[in-house]
């Protein structure tokens, strides 16, 4: 069945091209949930190096690195897109440089030169960044402005769930604890993979990168594109002039505006919670690929459901209601993370015991930490699923490339800035925990932005604010 587009003309789409759209997200997730966040990232930090500190710091460097290029490009790749036409080849691109850097990390054996790893992940993380720069884009001629909050939201779901289905895949068939050498359902691990030399960890890159390529073939295969509106060359000279008109036009289109900011600040917050969370933790407690693996597995539990309820929120109350409330959780979290450490939770004002009752998460502190993370496993998927309709329910199909690109830019325009005040403090006070403290300023900032931001930011229909 055809649906109608964001603008209210006709969408080339069907149910179908719908689904392979919703699936690049099910395609994509697994890169952030096994590769950064939980089991590549954490193995990074832990076991990598001898040094975890330092071994933080470069990685929150990696990321900060990787946020100044995305933050520069993405305007200027979203503008000359919506010249050129077609998302589609821009996708294909930078699909196959992320596949190829991903599947590089496999080489990241213990006590091999740091630096490879670093420059594969920077060049992987720019070129997943732009390829979802290009797809977001896709979004406002393909479904109705009425329905673009739960779409939004239920492909952010499939994207969990799908990064959930490899993560546990990971945890019971590949991931061995170094002193069993058995895997969470006690079997050593498939293939012969052995966790002294990291091979649980470093096998996420090429298993990420063959479910991207899997996955992102139903949307080349049957979601409907852009037709090619002028030449390369053309387009270039185009977009670039589109850009600057459109940083001009932000100033008369305030709504857009203030939100863009707003999405800016609290952006860089959930960055930096969903980059350096897991290997807070690892750094912390001394989590193996384990722990960190059933604590990526119940806080993608829990942001399904998240985003399934969020869908319906969105679509009855509003992206920015959502957004709101998704903040408020993930600022009560962090500040249960950062408050949290061996013997107590809150910054000591509640101790807790230091006995391990043996097994996973035995100490009172590791469970006061899975509480937190279950929050936040609640409110990220919704703040960035409902973030995406926020700006898609704000522009006109016609000018969807360049405002993503602006998007995007605004989710990293200053997200270095959140890793490198965590690396900054990190160094300064030897403290990670002191770190991970600076990101609730950035998480608040935003949130109090927010609220004085119109919704929609900006009507495509009427070009004034509501």
């Known amino acids: 069945m055809a649906v109608r587009g964001i603008e209210g003309a006709p969408a080339r789409s069907s149910r179908r091209g719908i689904w392979g759209w919703m699936l690049f997200d099910w395609a994509a997730q697994p890169f952030f949930t096994v590769v950064t966040t939980f089991v590549f990232g954490p193995y990074f930090v832990a076991r990598l190096t001898s040094d975890p500190v330092s071994a933080q710091a470069a990685w929150s460097n990696m990321a900060t690195i990787s946020s100044i290029t995305i933050a520069i490009l993405s305007p200027i790749l979203g503008a000359i897109a919506d010249q050129s036409g077609p998302r589609k080849p821009w996708i294909a691109f930078f699909a196959a440089v992320k596949i190829t850097c991903v599947s590089m990390l496999w080489f990241a054996a213990p006590g091999s030169p740091i630096i490879w790893p670093l420059i594969f992940m920077i060049l992987a993380s720019v070129a997943a960044e732009f390829s979802t720069v290009f797809n977001d884009s896709m979004m406002p001629r393909l479904v109705s402005k009425d329905e673009v909050g739960r779409v939004s939201n239920v492909a952010w779901g499939l994207g969990y769930l799908g990064g959930m289905i490899v993560l546990i895949a990971i945890v019971a068939l590949l991931a061995a604890s170094p002193d069993t050498g058995l895997t969470l359902i006690g079997i050593p691990p498939l293939f012969g993979l052995d966790p002294h030399l990291g091979e649980d960890a470093r096998i996420t890159g090429p298993i990420a990168a063959l479910w991207y390529f899997l996955f992102i073939l139903p949307m080349f295969f049957f979601t409907p594109d852009t037709k090619k509106a002028m030449p390369f060359a053309e387009a270039v000279r185009s977009g670039l002039q589109e850009l600057a008109g459109t940083v001009r036009e932000l100033k008369q289109r305030k709504g857009i505006s203030r939100f863009l900011i707003a999405r800016m600040l609290y952006q860089d917050g959930v960055n930096g919670v969903l980059i350096l969370g897991g ?46 409330a998704s903040l408020v959780c993930l600022l009560i979290a962090t500040l249960g993370i950062v408050s949290t450490g061996p013997g107590f939770v809150f910054f000591g004002m509640l101790p807790l015991s230091m006995d391990d009752g043996g097994g996973l998460f035995g100490t009172a502190a590791e469970k006061a930490y ?97």
């Open 279 to 324: 290997t807070f933790a690892a750094g912390m407690f001394g989590w193996a690929t384990i722990e960190i693996g059933i604590f990526g597995i119940l806080l993608n539990v829990v942001a399904i459901f998240g985003c399934i309820a969020a869908g319906a929120l969105d679509k009855a109350m509003g992206s920015k209601r959502v957004v709101a």
């Open 370 to 466: 899975l509480l937190f993370g279950l929050l936040i496993g609640v409110a990220f998927g919704p703040v960035q699923a409902s973030s995406r309709s926020y700006l898609a329910r704000s522009v006109s199909s016609s000018e969807a490339g360049r405002y993503f690109g602006i998007y995007a830019l605004s989710g990293r325009a200053t997200s270095f800035m959140a890793t490198l005040f965590f690396s900054l403090a990190t160094y300064a006070t030897g403290s990670a925990r002191l770190g991970m403290a600076t990101l609730i300023l950035f998480l608040l900032a935003g949130f109090l932005l927010l609220l004085a931001t119109p919704y929609p930011a900006d009507n495509p229909d009427t070009a004034t604010e509501s």
